[in-house]
């Protein structure tokens, strides 16, 4: 049995992630059925469905397609400078998603359109399905690979039959994960002036005021991440493909891509160009330009103050409150210790603009003095990243015994002591990545940070996204710059370790 503390600190993010279901259960039956039906048969929600699954519905097809070629040619193939272009694949994910949507909307405002938004939100995206994918291609046997080819089939064939199979639950997971993304989406739609729910749930609440239509938008949107969200859980649970044979696994023979060859190389050019080259070659533009307006950069300090303290205090609030779920899913078998688990996991399906509302609801209601107080910021943050964390402590969590603690108890340790004095030691690097992760992901949040943050509280991201509203492209330039120049590094590190031992979750 858990012991009353660790029970107690678990119930802490148990009840933080339940608040947005309560919100939505209080807001939709305060409606009515009349209300409901009201808003569900606007034409406008309409429009919103079928805007939000066309547009998560394309980026997820077209990010799995490239970043599932991509994988396969810098694994598989002898395609020339596999090494280098194995890690410029990934760098997209160093650029927001925000980021590089103000980038394009600031060349040409054709790019503020539908297929604007799938074009770039696809470019932003396809790494996190080109990285599982390519550490399953380094993981899985190529026995199977080697049968199909002694049996005369070809390279597509091959791919089709023998390893499709092995690396779908990558595929899978990274294209839920890209799937619920793009329904939370908030930031970059809402500077490509692409209408979607979030972007409604967020225009009702902040420019109309009115919180009915923002909740009953919230549960339609709640309709279409849940199903994602419980994907995302079930393939987290799944089992590996097994492998044939013992020991490493064997390395695989690249195939030869012959004439093929010049135009995969201008392929992986032009990703990297339109994926890459214009972002960057935008920011340094407007930088350059920034003399002309040169708005932002009095803001530019508070602004790096505010990201950091927000950043920091959130990582650190975050990782607390996921110790204990961890902790309690590891170490004990039971109903509590699975809803501690897959509650998180379920909430983060959800955008944060619902998780703002929700935040903002019960605080109005329970405790006013919170709202429009850095605490509550905090708090939606770590619903928002609870799952982030949890998968960061959740491997150094298991490398520990579990009858460290009994022994420490049996000389005297009280159970938070022992928990304390030598569990916690075990764990400190696994928390320190978790920390790392949480400020990396928290630095870049926008959606939460515009409803939530006190006034006169500004950050890196939200300054971007007020200055582009404002078509203030110089001015957003610097704060961009500084976003994309402190995701770098962290993005490099992670693709290197998930590359380098494989590791698909």
């Given amino acids: 049995m858990p012991s009353l503390w660790l029970v107690g600190a678990a119930l802490v993010p148990v009840g933080l992630t339940v608040l947005p279901l309560i919100y939505v259960v209080i807001r939709t039956s305060q409606a009515g059925v009349a209300g409901i039906l009201s808003e569900l048969l606007r034409e406008r929600t309409f429009t919103l469905l079928v805007n939000t699954v066309v547009l998560a519905v394309s980026v997820t097809m077209a ?228 003399h002309s307006i040169g708005g932002g950069y009095a803001d530019l300090w508070p602004a790096i103050q505010g990201s950091v303290a927000l950043s920091m205090s959130g990582a650190v609030l975050t990782s607390l409150l996921a110790v204990p779920l961890v902790l309690l899913a590891v170490r004990y078998r039971g109903r509590l210790s699975l809803l501690a688990d897959r509650l998180p996991y379920i909430i983060h399906g959800l955008p944060g603009v619902v998780i703002a509302l929700a935040f903002v609801f019960m605080s109005i209601h329970l405790v006013p003095r919170l709202y429009q107080s850095s605490l509550l910021l905090l708090c939606a943050y770590a619903v928002l990243f609870l799952p982030l964390a949890q998968s960061s402590l959740r491997a150094s969590m298991e490398l520990v015994s579990p009858q460290m603690e009994p022994i420490a108890r049996s000389l005297g340790r009280r159970p938070l002591q022992a928990f304390l004095s030598v569990t916690l030691p075990n764990i400190a690097p696994g928390i320190g990545a978790a920390l790392a992760l949480m400020m990396l992901e928290i630095v870049r949040e926008l959606t939460a940070t515009l409803m939530l943050a006190p006034t006169g509280v500004i950050t890196l991201a939200t300054e971007v996204w007020s200055h582009t509203s404002d078509a203030e492209y110089a001015a957003a330039a610097p704060f961009a710059a500084l976003l994309v120049i402190m995701s770098i590094a962290p993005v490099y590190l992670f693709t290197q370790r998930l590359l380098r031992y494989g590791e698909v979750r």
């Fill in 63 to 290: 990010a799995g397609v490239i970043g599932t070629a991509v994988a396969w040619c810098v694994e598989r193939s002898d395609l020339p400078g596999r090494r280098w272009w194995r890690v410029m694949a990934a760098l997209p994910l160093a650029v927001p998603a925000f980021v590089s949507s103000y980038a394009w909307s600031s060349i040409d405002v054709m790019f503020q359109s539908m297929a604007g938004a799938i074009l770039i939100l696809t470019l932003s995206s396809y790494p996190l399905i080109y990285l599982p994918v390519a550490a399953a291609l380094r993981s899985v046997d190529s026995s199977f690979e080697d049968v199909s080819r002694s049996l005369g089939h070809g390279a597509w064939p091959t791919f089709a039959r023998a390893l499709m199979p092995q690396i779908l639950p990558a595929l899978g997971s990274g294209a839920l994960l890209v799937l619920g993304h793009m329904l939370a989406e908030f930031g970059a739609l809402s500077m490509l002036r692409v209408q979607t729910f979030t972007t409604a749930i967020f225009e009702s609440y902040e420019l109309q005021f009115d919180s009915s239509s923002a909740a009953l938008q919230s549960v339609v949107l709640m309709a279409l991440c849940l199903p994602a969200a419980y994907g995302e859980i079930r393939l987290r649970a799944g089992k590996r493909v097994a492998r044939v044979g013992r020991g490493s696994a064997r390395t695989a023979i690249p195939v030869a891509l012959g004439r093929v060859t010049p135009f995969a190389l201008a392929g992986f050019g032009f990703l990297a160009v339109i994926a890459l080259g214009v972002p960057f070659a935008t920011l340094a533009y407007w930088l350059a330009q920034g």
